[in-house]
């Protein structure tokens, strides 16, 4: 019992913050800085409690008043500390940006700290409903994140296709759930993996079909290929901050989602395994050939996030259901958010007032006038190619043993055809950033908040690559 | 029997309804569609002898929140001349019914492999006040909590983008 309050405690912390950040909200003698300031203190201080280990079997705290509904294991933990560290670095490089952006206001902190505290609730939550409430509860608060601009036309733009789509993907979310609780009259991860290993997955077709749905919503969460439409004009719209906060936390703990819903049972994945395959090779060259094609960075960036999750999709095919530890697809995602919160840090601090600096030609000859600041953009976009030393291709090789080991090889010959493609819009930006002249004095607002996150986060990027993961 | 009949009669109109929705120029039409469909829906609850919900139905949505929802209507005061020239409306909507047969027809398949229920009224206070919150204080604690932080999460986004124009700082 003792223990229980400390597994949840980061909830707990995180959401106490949100309230205490959203109160602070309505006095006008708070500065924006120190909002940031705080709402870093309690991602800070989470993130320290959220590093008592638990261990690989779940945990539920507090059965007997929450039914069961929640679970934590190490896999929930991890992708926790993942979530909780992208809110922090997403705190202290949006005090950089606003400075040159002007539309900064005390709320914009309360709503970051509710998401990840919804999208902790996402990790752990084992039951439909409260999974829903989560989701909702992130996709609301990043709404009005994406709009936060609100002069902006192409936010607003950005905020009502979101909207709009992530509506109905709510609703296929809930007559999910209505098909499920109408095949099994419960709506518990337990009862469904029970029912599903005893009797198969197909054999009861409106459990098949609400599962088919949830997973659906959760694909257009992720961008998978057929609901990736949206992607990059929303994260185009997006202020930079929200836009690397929605690549990472948002996919990590929908991920962490995915993962729990289909390894519940071995039928499940073994079930549509030919539906996950499509939609993997789909999903990875459907996403290279937007990026390609893209001139702006925001929108190349978030063609790329298609990529990416068509690499944790191979994973999710891959990694054995029996004994899931889920430290491949964890070790990909920090990985893959240091590289991404990183190249955000700096375009917060780099891309000028209003965003004016957003096409790959606007930071050519970055490295004569600020060689740091290119080095460290250099090390994300090696890390997201995947070149060594970096964590990114660390991340990748893992991905691509499992795929290997698991039978899948066709799969991983196309995560590296992928990877090999993916050079080509990464290096773009490297090439014009070392080997053309400068015509821009890249002048910045010269706070040091998002310059310290980007050099923490390339140290981060390097320091992960010499750590091993057991696969 | 008359319970069966009620129920097609009822879920007959709440599609109609939800049609007309659709389908109307004008969001007034609209709204007052949308209210076909809120009483109908409550008239299949009653069915299932839910008469808490029942009567939330009739209170909130049909009653409350459609009343704001055509306060808001009027307010904006919409003349013919603002609403959009919906060209291909009609070609749209033939393409999108077509789009989503094959979802339709998973439903079909779905639904006809549902067990069958009656619907007698059940005793025992189901459905009342009583044994619905026993349910949702006991049983369903965790999401009815966290739901307080969704509506939380709701207000605050309404005062972020319907807040005044001028940011501060």
Not at chain 1, 382 to 406: D, H, N, R
Request: glycine fraction near 8%; proline fraction near 3%.
């Amino acid at each position: 019992m003792n223990c229980d309050i400390v597994f949840l405690l980061p909830l707990f912390i995180v959401t106490i913050g949100a309230i205490l950040l959203m109160l602070l909200s309505a006095f006008e003698s708070i500065r924006l800085e120190v909002a940031s300031a705080l709402s870093v203190g309690i991602f800070a201080l989470a993130f320290l409690v959220q590093l008592v280990p638990i261990g690989l079997t779940d945990v539920l705290p507090f059965v007997s008043i929450f039914n069961g509904m929640l679970a934590v294991s190490d896999f929930t933990r991890i992708a926790s500390m993942i979530i909780i560290a992208c809110g922090l670095f997403t705190a202290m490089s949006a005090i950089s940006y606003f400075r040159q952006n002007n539309f900064g206001s005390l709320e914009f902190f309360s709503l970051m700290t509710f998401a990840v505290s919804g999208m902790l609730l996402l990790t752990m939550a084992q039951e439909l409903i409260t999974v829903f409430i989560a989701l909702e509860t992130v996709s609301l608060s990043i709404y009005v994140l994406v709009g936060y601009n609100r002069r902006n036309v192409l936010s607003s733009e950005a905020v009502l296709k979101y909207l709009i789509l992530g509506a109905f993907a709510g609703g296929f979310f809930a007559m999910g759930i209505a098909l499920v609780y109408g095949a099994l009259g419960d709506t518990g991860f337990a009862a469904i993996a029970a029912s599903v290993s005893r009797d198969g997955l197909l054999h009861n077709p409106a459990l098949a079909g609400g599962l088919l749905f949830i997973l659906f919503a959760l694909f257009f969460k992720v961008t998978v290929f057929p609901f990736h439409s949206w992607v990059v004009d929303v994260y185009d719209g997006a202020p930079i901050p929200v836009t690397g906060f929605m690549a990472t936390a948002l996919k990590t703990a929908i991920i962490a989602v995915l993962a729990n819903v289909l390894l519940l049972a071995g039928d499940i994945r073994e079930s549509w395994l030919d539906m996950l395959f499509y939609l993997t090779v789909l999903t990875l060259f459907a996403g290279n050939l937007i990026a390609i094609g893209q001139n702006s960075l925001k929108r190349m960036l978030a063609a790329s996030g298609i990529v990416h999750t068509g690499y944790l999709l191979i994973a999710l095919i891959a990694v054995s259901g029996d004994q899931f530890s889920g430290s491949v697809i964890l070790y990909y995602l920090a990985a893959y958010a240091a590289s991404t919160l990183g190249i955000f840090a700096s375009l917060s601090y780099l891309s000028g007032t209003d965003e004016k600096r957003k096409e790959f030609n606007d930071f050519s000859g970055l490295a004569k006038v600020r060689p740091y600041s290119a080095a460290a953009i250099t090390i994300f976009l090696l890390s997201m190619a995947g070149i060594p030393p970096t964590a990114g291709f660390m991340g990748k090789l893992y991905i691509i043993v499992t795929a290997y080991q698991g039978g899948h090889v066709i799969l991983a010959v196309l995560g590296i055809v992928s990877s090999i493609l993916s050079m080509w819009y990464y290096l773009r930006l490297i090439i014009a950033m070392y080997f053309h002249e400068a015509d821009d004095l890249f002048e910045t607002s010269g706070s040091r908040s998002a310059p310290v996150c980007a050099f923490i986060l390339a140290i981060c990027v390097l320091a992960l690559s010499l750590y091993p993961v057991a696969i | 029997m008359l319970s069966q009949w009620l129920f097609y009669a009822f879920a007959t109109v709440s599609v109609l309804g939800a049609l007309g929705l659709i389908l109307s120029r004008h969001p007034m039409n609209g709204a007052l569609w949308f209210v076909v469909t809120l009483v109908s829906l409550a008239g299949l609850y009653s069915l299932l002898s839910a008469s808490l919900l029942f009567a939330l139905q009739l209170i909130v949505y049909a009653g409350a929140i459609m009343s704001l929802i055509i306060f808001i209507i009027m307010f904006l005061n919409i003349q013919p001349a603002d609403i959009p020239d919906e060209k291909g409306k009609w070609a749209y909507l033939l393409g999108g019914c077509l789009a989503v047969i094959p979802i339709g027809l998973l439903l079909l398949k779905i639904v006809s492999s549902l067990p069958e229920g009656d619907v007698d009224i059940v005793g025992n206070g189901f459905g009342q006040v009583k044994s619905v919150g026993l349910v949702l204080f006991r049983d369903w604690l965790l999401p009815f909590e966290i739901v307080s932080i969704l509506l939380l999460v709701a207000l605050v986004g309404a005062v972020v983008l319907a807040g005044k124009k001028e940011m501060t700082q």
